[in-house]
């Protein structure tokens, strides 16, 4: 994986601006994702020039706003050579509605926010002009704060004042610039950038504004799908012969209507479609004891294997992050979407089944794989006695939580990965972080500013990029299946409680664009979840993570209830003791 550069140049406020008073790049970068200023590839006000400066290698890109234009948002990236810019258009949606709003595009559909327009080029690696076949691989990340501010709105807009480094702006003025009719974002070769025709293209529902003070429309019904109780369904006998003489059906009248006739002429209306009952008591996907892997002793082993944990060493730190991060989706995949096989009341989508009270042991499960494999992480990194492969590792996961979320769309398996990496035992090792900032310094500000805040607010924001195909549903099953926290305030709870329930609504509707995120995503990375049993294969699977954490025995005895109550805790205060010995006086 090739670490984005960073290179520094110092942009001034724009004025007005009512940030704190010497503005840092860290308080930029831990600011909320929706404010261009916490991503690092957001320049601020730039000339054409200067930003060609920056640009190196083909692939290289960055996003400024406009100096000849304030206001508009060019997206600027080194391709066969060349230094090419494109103006982000902007779309109006639903105008002169309560539901007007505007998003970004450059030539495909559009995006509510300039980020998930980057992610979406990023992600699949698409080109962002057919005319070029310019891509965005690597970002050109800056090094000095942007400040911010205030700039002035277009003249007639309908407010006077916007905030111009934002990526969601608030309603645009009647005049303001639309995508062109051809639909393709405007290459610029020289002197200023183009403006645009108006006549948008794409009129979809938009979101309500936040200055609205009229209610919101009542929220959607689940698009076609009821939910009931489990029929009772009554062993039907079986149907008798074309032209028998005893059937159901008869030609008096008198009976069904379904008579031989009827059945020969192909006059039978077609059966309806029955629904698959659910499983009352249904098993846990993992299955400990049936489990084998080459990386473990067939019949029995210890808890932390020493053999098995430098088996886990090389193959972290022997492949790619990318490959990494495909195997993990692709066991996260098989968990929460499945073969796609009815699982009762026409429900076929894992994420779907875990908002319904039939869905009680798939969300049991994510809890576990949850818990286990963010445990198998730490374990990963604290049992290293040697420091350099302990600062590699540490590396090494960053990247492949990068790769996992960024170009798989994987918000699970990512918030799992950091989670363990913000976990005490981790962050402890003080001395392996320093060499870390030191020896990977793009890995660690990434994480620092961008990933482990991202986790902290998860469970309070929405914030899916559009290549999701699986989201953070750690949070939501939690709330159904733990109970509230007593430290916390009620009213808290409450809102964060309202919030993931709404989430988990949102996120059953959506399961058909999570699975063709799922293909597309996977589709490039042919070696992932190949199935083979290998040991690359074998280290995502929560059946290793249980008979490497606990033990064999201990893991093959105990049912999922005591795994969660009883070992794991365990398995966690081992983890905190050779974490100490491997920093034993952090200062």
């Known amino acids: 994986m090739v670490s984005p550069r960073s290179v520094a140049h110092h942009e001034e406020p724009a004025g007005g601006g009512h940030e704190p008073t010497g503005v840092t790049l860290e308080w930029e970068l831990a600011l909320d994702s929706s404010d261009l200023r916490s991503h690092a590839w957001f320049h601020g006000r730039l000339g ?20 000849s234009q304030p206001g508009e948002f060019v997206l600027s990236c080194r391709w066969n050579g060349n230094n090419v810019h494109f103006m982000v258009n902007k779309v109006r949606m639903n105008p002169d509605t309560i539901y007007e709003t505007e998003q970004f595009v450059l030539e495909d559909e559009p995006y509510e926010t300039i980020p998930h327009l980057i992610t979406s080029y990023v992600g699949v690696e698409r080109a962002v002009s057919a005319a070029t076949g310019a891509r965005i691989r690597r970002p050109v990340n800056r090094t000095a704060a942007i400040g911010g501010g205030q700039t002035p709105a277009p003249a007639g807009g309908r407010l006077s004042w916007r905030r111009s480094l934002t990526g969601r702006s608030g309603r645009r003025a009647d005049s303001a610039e639309q995508l062109s009719s051809s639909g393709a974002p405007r290459l610029c070769s020289s002197g200023s950038l183009p403006r645009l025709s108006a006549a948008p293209l794409y009129q979809k529902p938009g979101r309500l504004l936040a200055d609205q003070r009229s209610p919101p429309p009542k929220p959607d019904r689940f698009e076609g799908r009821e939910y009931a109780e489990i029929p009772d369904i009554p062993e039907q006998p079986a149907p008798a012969a074309v032209g028998s003489g005893s059937g159901s059906g008869s030609d008096s009248g008198h009976g069904s209507g379904d008579s031989a ?3 020969a002429a192909g006059n039978r209306p077609p059966p309806a479609p029955a629904l ?21 002793p067939l019949t029995h082993n210890a808890p932390l294997d020493r053999t098995a944990l430098r088996g886990v060493t090389m193959e972290l730190l022997e492949t790619e992050p990318a490959q990494l991060a495909a195997t993990l989706t692709a066991w996260d995949l098989r968990l929460l979407h499945g ?16 908002t319904l009270p039939q869905g009680q042991q798939l969300r049991m499960d994510v809890l576990e794989r949850s818990e286990w494999f963010s445990a198998f992480v730490i374990a990963s990194v604290v049992s290293l006695e040697d420091d350099d492969q302990r600062v590699r590792t540490i590396n090494r996961w960053i990247e492949v939580a990068i790769e996992t979320k960024t170009a798989l769309g994987n918000l699970y398996g990512f918030a799992n990965v950091v989670q363990a990496l913000c976990s005490s035992q981790v962050q402890r090792l003080y001395t392996s972080w320093h060499q870390v900032r030191q020896r990977f310094t793009s890995s660690a500000v990434q994480f620092d500013a961008q990933l482990a805040p991202w986790v902290r607010r998860a469970a309070h924001t929405a914030d899916e990029a559009p290549n999701t195909c699986i989201p953070h549903v750690a949070p939501l099953a939690a709330l159904l299946e733990e109970p509230l926290a007593a430290e916390q305030p009620v009213s808290e709870q409450l809102d964060a409680a309202l919030h993931l329930l709404s989430e988990g609504r949102r996120m059953a509707t959506e399961c058909d664009t999570y699975r063709r995120n799922a293909r597309a995503a996977l589709a490039a990375r042919p070696a992932a979840g190949d199935g083979d049993g290998g040991p690359r294969d074998d280290l995502f699977r929560t059946e290793f993570h249980l008979r490497l954490l606990a033990g064999s025995k201990a893991a093959t005895a105990a049912d999922q209830q005591r795994r969660r109550e009883e070992l794991l805790p365990r398995v966690h205060k081992v983890l905190a003791v050779l974490a100490e010995q491997r920093d034993p006086s952090p200062t």
């Open 339 to 354: 073969d796609g096989r009815d699982r009762g009341l026409g429900v076929t989508c894992g994420i779907e089944l875990l």
């Open 261 to 263: 006739a009827d059945r």
């Open 276 to 296: 698959a009952p659910v499983e009352l008591s249904p098993a846990s996907a993992f299955d400990v004891g049936a489990f084998e892997t080459i990386l473990l």
């Open 48 to 67: 054409r020039m200067e930003a060609e400066e920056l640009l190196f290698s083909d692939g290289d890109f960055l996003v400024r706003e406009s100096a």
